[in-house]
């Protein structure tokens, strides 16, 4: 067996050492080569939740790392988490890129959350036949939230984002109070947004011709006096405009095409996160979690318990509690442990498991990608598709490996039981059920059950027996002559 387990040692180094290479030569090598025209466009449509936020800051930085000249999220939302909302419009507010919000296409929504994330952008866009507005927040049954406590800190947040983005006060606060509703006319005659684009249900026109409505403008942050105070504020200009105040930064939009978008990707890592960031997906995995938990402190095995933490460290991820990256770390350190306790035990369930933690570690520390000329940190697809499937292949491969010395420990512990067999010839134990020459039965000797046969007529259920043969794992058994006593 050792000699069989040093073979398997090198072979297994040699399978990674292979896939290693395979590996470090599709990584990218280089300098990102920033184009100052590149637009990166991201598409979202659903509900705001933590995925969402990682996905957007996974788009922020990808755009600050290919100094992309404007980062365009194109949404569709009826809102989601005031949390994640939260942190989206911090996000928006030290972004190094300027950020454009368009509610595409016709028919389209950015009520509730989508309002607010529309309001921190320097660029907010709507397409034709699009609506936002409705940002009285509700708790998480859809009922009203009344307190003051609430109301108010919100309405300073959506006041603050108006006045920061030279937008109208009055119309940001009415979405809280009032749950005003604007079109997308309404909402460019009452200054909440920048431009309108005619809808159509092809995103390339649409992108154009805000293109288009950016030529010779330019974005400026700048200092103004508010209430008293020197306070910095965007505006969207025309470049010959006058511009009053001490510039703090400036951007300028000329010459941008089509031919210069970036699509983002999102990714498995993307998919992942949104399914489990869904409520009611979080709390089945927290009540299995704690179910599973609760079950295995009760009843022998592990079974249950890797169940329950797996679960439970899901749902944290859905929650937010844990970060991506962190969670990312704690599954591929668990699977780890796993398997090394695998192999001191041979229980099978930890080798199962840490295959699971190790494909969920792996999924989430997958970063999106950015098309290959843009050669960076960010992934482009030849290297990404190279990581996923060598991901999937060590999971795979790691799995088949334990299984097998898992199938081999259990042959060996079968063929030693066959051997140890012999040395029970001759020792007396007692029946557990009725035997006969036509009836295999159970019998227990030198402290296991085995099954058994006789050549005699009848062995009653604790009559004590001798084994006289053994036929492969069963027991040949005769009953022992007793006076008084039997066996219970």
Known sequence: MGKFMKNVK????????????????????????????????????????????????????????IN????????????????????????????????????????????????????????????????????SPVDQYGRPVTDDKVINFLVAKMRSLAIHHSRNETAAVEFILSNLNLIAEEALKYEVIEFVVQSTSDLDIALQELFSKLEGKVLVEVEEEILANVTPVWKLLDKDQTIEGKILKKYSFSGISNKDVIFYSRGTRYLLLHAVSDPLIVSILLTIGIYSLIFGLVTPGVGAELVGSICLLLGLVGLGVIGVSTASVIFLLIGVSLFIAELKTHIGALAVGGSVCILIGILLIIPPFVPFEYRGWYVPPRFYTTFRILAFTITAFTSLFFGFIIYKGLEAKRLKKTLDIEALIGKTGYAKTDITPDLKGIVYVEGEEWSAKTEEDFIATSDKVKVVDVEGLTLIVKRVKQEKEKYY
């Open 10 to 65: 090198v072979l297994l180094s040699t399978v990674f050492l292979i896939l290693w290479l395979i590996l470090v030569v599709n990584i990218p090598t280089g300098n990102i080569a920033g184009v100052s025209d590149s637009v990166l466009v991201v598409n979202f449509d659903g509900e705001i939740t933590s995925a969402t936020y990682e996905m957007f800051k996974n788009a922020v930085e990808m755009a600050e790392e």
């Open 68 to 135: 992309a000249n404007l980062t365009v999220f194109v949404i569709n939302t009826l809102g989601g988490e005031l949390g994640a909302i939260d942190n989206i419009i911090t996000l928006f507010s030290n972004s190094k890129v300027p950020i454009a919000v368009f509610v595409y296409p016709k028919g389209a929504t950015a009520v509730s959350g989508g309002t607010y994330i529309l309001m921190a952008s320097h660029i907010a866009v709507m397409s034709t036949g699009s609506v936002i507005g409705s940002c």
